[in-house]
C-alpha cells in the first residue's frame, strides 16, 4: 500500500521532457511508483486532475536561514510550490566562528554546521520546507578576523580554511560569496582562492554576490571567472542584475562574457529573480571604509567627525529627487516604523523635512541603528526578459515568511512571496519558454546546480517533494506596497512524503529539514 496516491495530472518529471498523463504514488518519503495506479491502494488520494504534477520546487538563492524562528509556517514559500530552499546565501551564516569570537548575544550564532543543525533537531523549532544551507564567507572571516579592512595573515587564513573544510565535511553545500557586504568586501582574490579550492575538494558550490552589478559588472565578473578558472569551483553569479541605469540595455554584452567563460572551461552558472527591483539594507550605500568594524562603527561615523564623509559617498546614489524616489524603505529594524512604505525622498521631505537626501539617509541610518532595508527600483525590464530566456535558475533573494501582515508586520519585497509564481507567470504570457523549460529550470537544474542526487526529478526512488499546480493561473498576488499575498495556482505540495499544502490549503505539517550534502 501506498501512502499517497496522486492521480490524474500530468507529469512533468523535471528533465524538461514533454508533458505526459501519469499517477505518481509516494510511500515512506520517496516516490515509490509512477504509471497507472488506478487499481492502487493508498491511505490519501490526491485529485490531479487537469494539473501539473511535478517536482517540488528548488528556490536557488534564499535567506531563510533562522526563519523558522520567526515563523514555521513558510508559507511565502510553500504557496509557490517550493520544497527546499539554498540558503546561507550572501556571505552570511549562521556559522561558522572560532570559538572566542562568538556572538554571545545570538543565541542561534554557532561554531559549526553541526552544531547549528544538531540545535535546531534539538530543539522545539520546525518548518515546512528544506534547507541545503552553505557557509557564508563573511560569517567565517568575521568567525576570525572581525570587521577588519586588511588582508587575512597566513595562521587566520589556515583557521578559515580548516573551518570551512570541517564544515563541508559535515555536510555543508559550499561557501557562498558577498563581496558588497562587509566584511567580504575586505577579502582580496588570493583569499577567496584558496577558499574556494578547498569547496573545490568537495565538489560543492561557490555563488557569488558580486562586487559590482552595475557600472563595473564586467570587472566584478572576471574576478569570479578567474576564481573558478584557478581553483575548478563551481562558480556562480547570484542574482544576476544590471542594477544602474546607465548600463541597461546591456544584458546580451553581459550574457557573451558569462558565455564566454563558460566556452573556456569554467563551470559558472547563474539565478536571477524576475523582478524590477533589488532589496537589501540602506547601508549598501555607504562608503565600504565606513563600514570597517561593523554597523556600530558606522553609526559611530555618522555622529562624528567623520559624518561629512560618509554622506559625500551616499550622495553618489541619492544626488538628486529623482534617485532618491528609486529607494522604498521595506523594513525599520523596530526603530522607526513611519518610514516602512515610504520613498526616501518622502522621508526626507515629509518626514524628517531634510531637503537634502543623502543627509535624510544618513539620518535614518542612525534612527533605525544601521537595520533599515530597502527595495531599490533599479532594474529595466528588457534586460530582465533578456536574462530570464537565458539559462538561468531562479531564486527569490527572499525569506520564508508568514501570509499573516501581523505577523510579518514590515512591508517585505514581493519577491519572498512570488519569484517562482512570477517566473512562471512570465514564461506563459510572454513565452519565454515551454513549461516542461520552466519547471526544469525551478527544480532539475538546481538540483544539479547544488548536487542533489535524489530530489529536483520526478523519478521513482527520488526524495517524495512533490508540487500540483494549475499552469493557467499559477502567479503571484503580492504588490510593493502590499507584498504580504500568497501567491495562487498551487493546489498540493508533499514535503519528504507528507503532505504540506491540500487543495490550496496549508495543513499543520512541518516536514521540512536541513539536509546534508552526501
Not at 552553505?134 to 583557521?159: C, F, M, P, Q
Amino acid at each position: 500500500m501506498h501512502d499517497i496516491i496522486l492521480l490524474g495530472g500530468w507529469v512533468i518529471d523535471g528533465t524538461g521532457k514533454a508533458a505526459y498523463k501519469a499517477d505518481v504514488a509516494v510511500r515512506d518519503g520517496r516516490i515509490s511508483k509512477i504509471g497507472s495506479l488506478e487499481k492502487d491502494y493508498a491511505r490519501v488520494y490526491l485529485d490531479c486532475a487537469n494539473l501539473i504534477v511535478s517536482p517540488g520546487f528548488i528556490d536557488s538563492h534564499a535567506h531563510s536561514d533562522t526563519s523558522f524562528l520567526k515563523d514555521s509556517s513558510c508559507a511565502s514559500k510553500l504557496y509557490q510550490g517550493i520544497t527546499t530552499e539554498i540558503t546561507g546565501q550572501c556571505g552570511s551564516s549562521p556559522f561558522p566562528s572560532l570559538k572566542e569570537k562568538l556572538d554571545k548575544n545570538n543565541p542561534w550564532h554557532f561554531e559549526s554546521f553541526s552544531d547549528f543543525v544538531s540545535a535546531f533537531k534539538k530543539s522545539d523549532c520546525s518548518m515546512a520546507t528544506n534547507q541545503a544551507i552553505l557557509v557564508g564567507h563573511g560569517s567565517l572571516r568575521a568567525g576570525v578576523i572581525g570587521y577588519e579592512n586588511r588582508e587575512a595573515t597566513k595562521d587566520e587564513l589556515e583557521k578559515m580554511k580548516a573551518l570551512l573544510r570541517r564544515d563541508l565535511a559535515e555536510g555543508a553545500w559550499g561557501m557562498s560569496l558577498g563581496l558588497e557586504y562587509s566584511p567580504g568586501f575586505f577579502a582580496g582574490k588570493n583569499e577567496l582562492s584558496a577558499l574556494s579550492s578547498i569547496v573545490r575538494e568537495f565538489g560543492g558550490l561557490v555563488p557569488c554576490h558580486m562586487r559590482n552589478e552595475g557600472l563595473e559588472i564586467g570587472a566584478a565578473i572576471r574576478e569570479l571567472v578567474s576564481i573558478g578558472k584557478e581553483t575548478g569551483a563551481h562558480v556562480h553569479i547570484s542574482h544576476l542584475k544590471l542594477d544602474h541605469f546607465r548600463m541597461h540595455g546591456r544584458a546580451e554584452e553581459v550574457w557573451k562574457q558569462i558565455e564566454g567563460a563558460r566556452n573556456d572551461g569554467v563551470n559558472i552558472t547563474c539565478d536571477m529573480y524576475p523582478f524590477l527591483a533589488s532589496c537589501t539594507d540602506l547601508t549598501i550605500r555607504c562608503p565600504k571604509w565606513s563600514q570597517e568594524g561593523g554597523n556600530k562603527k558606522l553609526i559611530e561615523r555618522l555622529k562624528g567627525d567623520e559624518r561629512q564623509k560618509v554622506v559625500e559617498g551616499i550622495r553618489a546614489h541619492y544626488l538628486n529627487a529623482e534617485r532618491a524616489e528609486t529607494c522604498l524603505f521595506a523594513d525599520d529594524g523596530g526603530h522607526f516604523p513611519e518610514i516602512v512604505g515610504k520613498t526616501l525622498r518622502y522621508v526626507a521631505e515629509v518626514i524628517l523635512k531634510i531637503p537634502d537626501y543623502a543627509e535624510a539617509a544618513a539620518e535614518v541610518l542612525i534612527r533605525t541603528d544601521a537595520e533599515a532595508g530597502c527595495i531599490f527600483f533599479v532594474m529595466n525590464e528588457s534586460d530582465m526578459l533578456t536574462f530570464l530566456q537565458k539559462d538561468v535558475s531562479i531564486g527569490s533573494d527572499g525569506w520564508a515568511l508568514s501570509g499573516d501582515a501581523n505577523i510579518v508586520k514590515t512591508k517585505p519585497h514581493p519577491r519572498s512571496y512570488g519569484a517562482i509564481t512570477e517566473f512562471l507567470r512570465l514564461a506563459r504570457e510572454k513565452n519565454l519558454c515551454s513549461i516542461e523549460e520552466a519547471v526544469r529550470r525551478v527544480t532539475k537544474k538546481p538540483a544539479q546546480m547544488i548536487g542533489f542526487t535524489d530530489r529536483g526529478e520526478l523519478k521513482e526512488g527520488f526524495a517524495a517533494d512533490v508540487c500540483v499546480f494549475d499552469p493557467n493561473e499559477i502567479a503571484p498576488t503580492g504588490t510593493y506596497l502590499e507584498p504580504v499575498r500568497l501567491s495562487k495556482g498551487v493546489k498540493h505540495v508533499i514535503v519528504n512524503g507528507e503532505i504540506a499544502l491540500k487543495d490550496g490549503v496549508q495543513t499543520s505539517v512541518r516536514a521540512g529539514k536541513f539536509l546534508k550534502k552526501r
